[in-house]
């Protein structure tokens, strides 16, 4: 199921149907490294090769896309965390069209109080740059190109309070073979 274009007069409508094959191959990682105590670098990529036919409507799309993310956090004295992290997307690959990349960034501070029972974060998210998302989609009836661009920073506080620990206790269950029934053989009443 694919998102098709389709024009009816002066009208071009994206609608769904069920007219393609979609291939996808790909492959995910993880990566979690902590080269000291106090440093902790993590990481999430992923990529794929997408072929996308649909002889109904001869269009056909194919290409390689890929996701990522990063970040690095450390701590420092007296609780204090500080971590950065990055991350985005190529172009997803559509059956008539190309999505927008994007990326993103952000830097954070945070710092645990009360025996880490209370935790205050501050945080900063694209404070350099604005939000480019680009798009063109071109099939024989129609070409489209649209670029938006918009002020995504982000700056929030946040805290948080633990009130309790959650204690999840098992309870066993003891099992054992009472033999009451058994015959003396030593030769007496029993």
Do not use: C
């Not at 450390?74 to 008539?96: D, F, R, V």
């Amino acid at each position: 199921i694919e998102r098709v274009t389709v024009i009816e007069g002066d009208v071009s409508k994206r609608i769904f149907q069920n007219v393609a094959e979609n291939k996808k191959l790909g492959l995910f990682v993880f990566f979690n490294w902590s080269p000291t105590p106090k440093l902790r670098i993590t990481s999430n990529l992923s990529g794929s090769y997408i072929d996308l036919r649909a002889d109904g409507i001869e269009r056909r799309n194919h290409g390689f896309t890929s996701n990522y993310f990063g970040n690095v956090a450390y701590t420092l004295p007296k609780k204090y965390k500080i971590s950065g992290y990055g991350g985005g997307m190529t172009p997803n690959i559509y059956l008539e069209n190309r999505g927008a990349s994007y990326n993103y960034y952000g830097l954070s501070v945070s710092k645990d109080f009360m025996g880490d029972k209370l935790s205050v974060n501050l945080m900063a998210m694209n404070f350099l740059s604005k939000m480019n998302f680009k798009d063109e989609m071109e099939t024989p009836e129609i070409y489209l190109k649209s670029n938006t661009e918009f002020n995504q920073m982000r700056l929030s506080l946040s805290v948080s309070f633990k009130f309790g620990e959650l204690k999840s206790q098992i309870k066993k269950t003891k099992r054992g073979i009472s033999n009451d029934d058994v015959i003396n053989n030593s030769g007496g009443n029993g």
